[in-house]
Nanobody, 117 residues
């Protein structure tokens, strides 16, 4: 069984920064992609950023250049550094660990991020 525990959400002003972290425990040896998703009220969950075990990254167009994902394979953690934040970044953010083909995927409990003055 794999468990993901997220931390770092909260309230931030527009233009501010916030860092999310996610730590995994359990049998994750087959996991090779770690990512962050978000879901705003009334909207579908969307991919924010992802990183492979090899270090390749991908980002949603809406966060490219503002957010940075990083992973630590030894510690089984993934982080999301968010900068120049906008009100439209407000959402519940979920970390995800999965295999390439989605045969195994695990989700964190979600952490609320609110961007507001």
């Amino acid at each position: 069984q794999v468990q993901l525990v997220e931390s770092g959400g909260g309230l931030v002003q527009p233009g501010g920064s916030l860092r999310l972290s996610c730590a995994a425990s359990g049998r994750i040896f087959s996991i090779n992609i770690m990512g962050w998703y978000r879901q705003a009220p009334g909207k579908q969950r969307e991919l924010v950023a992802a990183i492979t075990r090899g270090g390749s990254t991908s980002y949603a167009d809406s966060v490219e250049g503002r957010f940075t994902i990083s992973g630590d394979n030894a510690k089984n953690t993934v982080s999301l550094q968010m900068s120049s934040m906008k009100p439209e970044d407000t959402a519940v953010y979920y970390c995800n660990f999965r295999t390439t083909d989605w045969t195994l995927d695990y989700w964190g409990q979600g952490t609320q991020v609110t961007v507001s003055s």
